[in-house]
C-alpha cells in the first residue's frame, strides 16, 4: 500500500508538471525530469528491492499482465519524451508532438496506478 501512495503522490507530481508547460517552459522541464527520474526511480527499487522480476512468469495472473504492459509502456514513452523534449528544446520544430506524447503518458501513467492498486486489491 505504501507503493501504491508514493506511486500516486508522483503521478500528482506529474500532472502539476504537465501544467507548467504554459506558465514557465523551463522550470515544466526540470519539474518533469525530476519526476520521470523519480518514477524510474520507483521501478528500480521495486525490481532491486521487492524483488518484482523474479515474479514475472506464465503463471501471473492477467491482471498483473496488463500492469507489466502499462507500466514498461509508460518507460518507453518517456524515453520518447525525453528524447523528443530535448530535441524540441534545441530547435527542432514538432508541433503538437509533445501534446500527443503528454497525453499518451499521463493515460498510460494513470492506467498504470489503477492495475497496480487493483493488483494489490485482488491478486
Partial sequence: ???????????LLLLYGRSLATINLNKHIRW???VIALDTSLILFLVF???ALSKVN????P???I???FALSTVVAYVLTLYWGFKIRSG?????????LDRIIV????LTLLTSIAVSWFV
Avoid: C, D, E, K
Fill in 1 to 11: 500500500m505504501i507503493i501504491n501512495s508514493v506511486s500516486f503522490a508522483i503521478y
Fill in 32 to 34: 518533469m525530469i525530476a
Fill in 49 to 51: 528491492f521487492r524483488n
Fill in 58 to 61: 506464465l503463471s501471473m495472473s
Fill in 63 to 65: 491482471l498483473l499482465i
Fill in 67 to 69: 500492469h507489466i504492459i
Fill in 92 to 100: 527542432l520544430r514538432q508541433p503538437g508532438l509533445m501534446r500527443r
Fill in 107 to 110: 493515460t498510460l501513467r494513470a
